[in-house]
């Protein structure tokens, strides 16, 4: 396996840091090496944050952010502009929480539609949580989109993270954006 590093982009409380806790704790329950980290200053909450997660099938020994990744997830929209994929490997993909098309979004994003992946992982969160709280639903959409890490993995690290009424209702975030991501 080549190591593969994923970007989360969110605002201050939305859980993008979590998100990334939780993936790399996934990768662990499947026997691969993994490591996740933040990169925020003295953000408040609904200030931009970035997440990093990367996962290997060895020890992960790089310690620095993640500056050309395979994949980013992005959490809030409202937070895509101009600078938003740099960095992203030839032929990365991005999964976006929306409810525009992959085709609307491909071209505000710059690039090609087969690499882009959407999902209203808000409408899923409030249905299931009663909140907009979309980290651990869009590891559902990340899971289906990359395969690198197995649905079932994600779902027992969420539930290792959470008690286990929230844990449930997570679970279930996560299952429905697994299914919904187009």
Avoid: W
């Amino acid at each position: 396996m080549i190591m593969e590093e994923a970007r989360f982009h969110g605002r201050g409380g939305q859980g993008a840091v979590t998100a990334a806790e939780i993936l790399a704790v996934a990768a662990g329950l499947q026997d691969k090496h993994s490591q996740a980290f933040p990169f925020f200053g003295v953000e408040r909450r609904g200030a931009p944050v970035m997440s990093f997660c990367r996962i290997d099938s060895k020890p992960v020994r790089i310690h620095q952010q993640v500056y050309e990744p395979g994949y980013i997830i992005i959490l809030d929209a409202s937070l895509i502009n101009a600078n938003i994929t740099k960095g992203l490997k030839q032929g990365g993909k991005a999964i976006v929480n929306t409810k525009k098309t992959k085709e609307e979004l491909a071209s505000q994003l710059g690039l090609a539609p087969a690499n882009v992946f959407v999902v209203d992982a808000t409408g899923i969160a409030l249905k299931n949580l009663g909140r907009p709280i979309v980290n651990t639903a869009m590891l559902g959409a990340f899971s289906k989109v990359t395969g690198i890490v197995e649905l079932d993995s994600v779902k027992k690290a969420v539930q290792q993270r959470f008690p286990a009424k929230l844990a449930e209702t997570n679970v279930k975030a996560v299952e429905d954006c697994f299914n919904q991501v187009k």
